[in-house]
T-cell receptor, first 110, second 113 residues
Framework: RKEVEQDPGPFNVPEGATVAFNCTYS??????FFWYRQDCRKEPKLLMSVYSSGNEDGRFTAQLNRASQYISLLIRDSKLSDSATYLCVVLNTGGFKTIFGAGTRLFVKA | EAGVTQFPSHSVIEKGQTVTLRCDPI?????LYWYRRVMGKEIKFLLHFVKESKQDESGMPNNRFLAERTGGTYSTLKVQPAELEDSGVYFC???????????FGSGTRLTVV
């Protein structure tokens, strides 16, 4: 089993739709959680950190459930420009080793 | 603020040759990380520097890979001798503190032929 698993994609949604991505992690001692966005042939860019209390940034909402060891990202009112691969990233304790999920590809269509 | 800079952006070398990748982190970022993404796989951690010290190098594939960060500023990742399976995109990232999100460089696409 992979340490970080994401929803298999791709997700194809129309503009304006709401889409949710899930991510599960296996190490209960994991300490920090992030969502990154990666455009084709580009570097990953930090989208948002994920806090235990849940956090929102505009159309994006991230939630963490430590008991169930999953993280979610909700995108409301999807835009064409949201099309990208979304990466779930987990930092583990100890060496603060970073574990990346394989990513979920999102296509938003007009 | 200048971002994380990586050089070269692309490198094509023959099996058995040596290649050195360079990363300049954001100024003041003590934490520097190297990652690699091979075709069709997820991004994998290679190692982590805090200033000039290697904090965690558990992700380094083998002893053909050598990373340095002299003076705690820029870092180099040398592959010697390169093998075909070393092909991929090598990303560098930096962060000001542990546990913070990282800023990634645009990566070096390495092709070993």
């Amino acid at each position: 089993r992979k340490e970080v698993e994401q929803d298999p994609g791709p997700f194809n949604v129309p503009e304006g739709a709401t889409v949710a991505f899930n991510c599960t992690y296996s190490n209960s001692a994991s300490q920090s959680f992030f969502w990154y966005r990666q455009d084709c042939r580009k570097e990953p860019k930090l989208l948002m950190s994920v806090y235990s209390s849940g956090n929102e940034d505009g159309r994006f909402t991230a939630q963490l459930n430590r008991a169930s060891q999953y993280i979610s990202l909700l995108i409301r009112d999807s835009k064409l420009s949201d099309s990208a691969t979304y990466l779930c990233v987990v930092l583990n304790t100890g060496g603060f080793k970073t574990i990346f999920g394989a990513g979920t590809r999102l296509f938003v269509k007009a | 603020e200048a971002g994380v800079t990586q050089f070269p952006s692309h490198s094509v070398i023959e099996k058995g040759q040596t290649v050195t990748l360079r990363c300049d982190p954001i100024s003041g970022h003590d934490n520097l990380y190297w990652y690699r993404r091979v075709m069709g796989k997820e991004i994998k951690f290679l190692l982590h520097f805090v200033k000039e010290s290697k904090q965690d190098e558990s992700g380094m594939p083998n002893n053909r890979f050598l990373a340095e960060r002299t003076g705690g500023t820029y870092s180099t990742l040398k592959v010697q001798p390169a093998e075909l399976e070393d092909s991929g995109v090598y990303f560098c990232a930096s962060s000001p503190k542990l546990g913070y999100g990282y800023t990634f460089g645009s990566g070096t696409r390495l092709t070993v032929v």
